[in-house]
């Protein structure tokens, strides 16, 4: 079944120069990139893509992570990848949410680590089902910034909508 899957490089994978490992071990997959940018992440962008582990001890450090504050990168690489089961076989490229559970030729068996506060710093979020990575993908992307059409969208006139352009 074709599927698209969203893929962040986080700021430890950034700040540990991974961007061209983590993309080479993602090519053994054959799925197509269909988008991809940097991303310099909000606190309400955080906030509402873990929005379901709020209620978590570790909530507020992991806003800190995603927005790159421990690792002075204010910033994330967004992907998109698409094709025959992406969510599962980037998940399984990927390896365990923790770091130390996770096998070790995988992304973040190789590369993730635990800090003393128990927070998984682990390179890389893969979306986890179909229903949250369509959630994830409209809230990373907008529709003219992925070559395909994965959902169906609209267009509408914005009136007072003020662009930065080129000067
Ligand atoms: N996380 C953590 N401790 C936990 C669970 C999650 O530090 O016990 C962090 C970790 O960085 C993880 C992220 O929160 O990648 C999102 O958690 P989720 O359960 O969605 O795991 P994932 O889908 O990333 O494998
Ligand atoms: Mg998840």
Redesign the pocket.
Known sequence: MDQATLILI?PDGLKKSLTGNILTRLSETKLEIVAAKMVRVTEELATEH?R??KS?A?FP??IK?IQGEMHDRRKVMALIYWGTDSIKKC?EL?G???PEEADPTSIRGSYGR?LTT?????VV????NESEAEREIKLWFMPEEIIVDLYPSKIIVEKERKVQAWA
Do not use: D
Not at 118 to 122: D, F, R, V
């Open positions: 986080k873990y379901h582990l978590k570790f450090e992991l992570y998940r990927a365990a949410t923790n635990i128990g927070l998984y710093e682990n979020h893969v979306s986890s």
